[in-house]
């Protein structure tokens, strides 16, 4: 992210070099499938197991939860402690149905909450990027996913998203 950012930022120093910039009123952020910041490799409903990846999971869930005795009350696993979460398998991010349990599929649930809430956070931190380095008042919006794509589509964040001043 903090990458992201300095590469956007040095592009606007550019940009501010040439005479279309005049003109620039605001900024599109995409990303992900179709520029919609859908979840790479959604149609395998593929996930980030990479040491980085789950280290980011385990440091939101200590976040979200607080203490190990509430992920333990939350996931009904005893022995639970939040060095040893893993990401949610895809057998288990797929559920019984059509909706996922909230007591028996908890893992999962908080791994879709997880990403949503990331791709927020992201979203919002290259817009206030963007607006610290433009050097006058720009818009910044996003193409985000629509809600068609059922519980997978990770929109539990949006209102957060669509709320920031950024």
């Not at 720009?138 to 709320?163: I, K, P, Q």
Request: contains cysteine.
């Amino acid at each position: 992210r903090a990458e992201t950012r300095e590469a956007i930022a040095a592009w606007l120093e550019h940009l501010k070099t040439t005479p279309c910039y005049k003109a620039v009123a605001g900024f599109v952020l995409i990303g992900g499938h179709d520029g919609q910041w859908l979840n790479w490799g959604y149609a395998a409903n593929a996930p980030d197991y990479s040491p980085a990846g789950q280290k980011a999971f385990r440091r939101w869930l200590a976040e979200e939860y607080g203490s190990v005795k509430a992920l333990r009350k939350a996931w009904g696993q005893a022995d639970l402690d939040f060095a040893r979460v893993a990401v949610p398998s895809i057998q288990a991010r797929a559920g019984s149905g059509a909706f996922l349990d909230p007591i028996k599929e908890r893992p999962a649930i908080d791994y879709f909450k997880f990403e949503s809430d990331e791709k927020c956070r992201t979203l919002v931190m290259l817009a206030e990027g963007i607006k610290q380095a433009a050097g006058k008042k720009v818009f910044c919006m996003s193409y985000y996913e629509d809600a068609f794509y059922g519980r997978r589509n990770t929109l539990w964040f949006e209102r957060r998203r669509r709320r920031d001043p950024a």
